[in-house]
């Protein structure tokens, strides 16, 4: 039985998305049991589900806005906070959050804590590309700095995310830099580059450039916190501007606009499925003792369902045990 | 009468592109004077104009795919090193090429020289915005890594640029990052977050996310030379993606579909159009005695025409000599 802590309180349509989509996961997934997190009362009025499932009732909990580290330490009986906690406490063996995604990390660094050798968890998405295949990319802002050491760690994590969760057969590993050569980039680029080329335990590819991301160009895409963050921004930014921009016109077109806005549109709905989120579950924070999954703020009950469902094949595939293993390896071979 | 070196030998579609364009420029700027560096006779096979222009000849050409500051240095008599070297010398006002970019900087920063107390020259160009102002982006990629004051020093070219070639008035300057609150990012951010605010000769707004670029949430926006070219090829192949994707999925439909893109064609091509880079020019290298432009790769002759237009407002705006005239006081302030 796998056993996921979830946060009911955190997101935006909460808890009534997260409990709906719990109900979804418990009827699909018979091998799961669900903790839910928050306000016993207000969990039960979208409650649906009688088994494998129970409430950890609290009143208090993490506003999107709160300080992330403060609200870790000083709201100790929040929901998010309580989950994480359960995990720690052996209660549980996931956590799933859509809120305060600040919190939500600090909570997994400072309470579930980090793999033994893994200096900075980095928090990774799996993002779509026109193929519809995706890249798992990291690190997506957990951190605001990293050294050329993170950067490789995230090859390694990122590539077990890849083949074992999502059953990419030798995932490529990229690093994202400003051009293709090995002499790109900063020396931290530079160097993150030897490190990744000379373990032969992943499939590197060499340096990948922001302009091909989503044509497949890698499987797993390593890069600092920052810049990761950025590109993800810019690639939901620009996706939504433009999709804005193209509807926008012909809904404000005239009559033959529309008309063949009619006819387009579910051709127009496939093409951008292939670009739909919701599927790929939730961002993940990966190179901790237990997985800390953080949903989608403006999550649906659908979305929550699918970041369940990921959870699941992330405790199935064990990638968290095989971490453990491979980093332990990696300190025998420093001493 | 502005003079301008044009590199004639330049770009993916040279000499043919690039002395089309000139001819159309010449006959629309009659304050306009251009010097074309190159091979004669390629050049004269497309050269319809016959005043205001001249030819400096040179068979000797930077490649693409030259290692760009062994090419400055080796080949003296390449056609954008002469173009440059005009600059340098005082027979022309600016320089433009739509040749290599690493190459065009390195004889920027090297024969054109570097303003006084301005550290690390910048590329800057104007990107699209969904409602068509668009906003002045930089460092797009001269540098790897950037120091606070760069950053500052990017505010106040990027705040010249946006108010006296493109006619913003007080600029609204953003600080990209990582959220919107000013302790968001790393020390860099955060310093420069400081300079920033301090100087009362700009508008600065505050951190700008990348999700918001294309809404025209700031009309300058600074950022380091890694982020930034990561986040300009994050759009660039985010917009193709996704228009390739649309327009692939309607080609490729049923007749409905077909006939319904044929319904839409004109109304999306006019939303697509708020898009187009080939208006606003070239990338500039702001920070140096002259203007130097770098005309995209694969422009054609409208694209050059629309460079050289922008070359012209630059030289009008005389914003090189109000960076003088600005740095040279900060520079006092600082003894």
């Known amino acids: 039985m796998k056993r996921i802590a979830v946060d009911a309180m955190g997101g935006d349509h909460a808890p009534q998305a997260v409990v709906e989509g719990v109900n979804q996961a418990l009827a699909a997934f018979p091998d799961i049991e669900i903790q839910l997190y928050g306000d016993e009362a207000k969990i039960k009025q979208y409650l649906t589900a009688t088994e494998r499932v129970s409430i950890v009732h609290t009143t208090e909990k993490i506003n999107s806005d709160d300080e992330p580290v403060k609200a870790i330490r000083r709201k100790k009986e929040a929901s998010m906070v309580l989950a994480t906690k359960a995990v720690k406490d052996g209660q549980a063996d996931a956590v799933l959050s859509a809120g305060n995604t600040g919190a939500l990390l600090a909570a997994g660094v400072f309470v579930v804590g980090r793999i033994k050798n893994i200096d900075r968890p980095g928090l990774m998405s799996t993002l ?127 009559l033959r606009a529309k008309l063949g806005g009619l006819l387009v549109k579910p051709t127009l709905k496939k093409a951008l499925g292939a670009m739909d989120y919701k599927t790929a579950g939730g961002a993940v924070l990966l190179g901790l003792k237990a997985p800390v999954i953080k949903a989608h703020g403006s999550s649906d009950a659908q979305s929550i369902f699918y970041t369940i469902k990921q959870t699941r094949s992330i405790l199935e595939a064990g990638i968290v045990e095989k971490s453990v293993a491979k980093f332990s390896v990696v300190e025998e071979s420093h001493d």
Chains 1, 2 share one sequence.
């Open 128 to 254: 779509p590309t026109m193929d519809g295949k995706g890249f798992d990319m990291m690190d997506l802002g957990a951190n605001a700095e990293n050294i050329a050491h993170h950067l490789y760690q995230y090859g390694i994590l990122g590539s077990f995310y890849a083949e074992h969760v999502r059953g990419v057969k030798q995932p490529r590993v990229g690093l994202l830099n400003n051009g293709t050569e090995d002499t790109k980039g900063t020396p931290v680029h530079q160097e993150a580059y030897k490190l990744l080329a000379e373990d032969k335990s992943i499939n590197f590819i060499g340096n990948v450039e922001a302009r091909e991301l989503l044509n497949s160009v890698a499987d797993v895409v390593v890069t600092d916190g920052f810049t990761g963050n950025a590109v993800l921004k810019t690639i939901e930014g620009t996706a939504k501007s433009i999709v804005g921009q193209l509807t926008g016109s012909i809904k404000n077109g005239g």
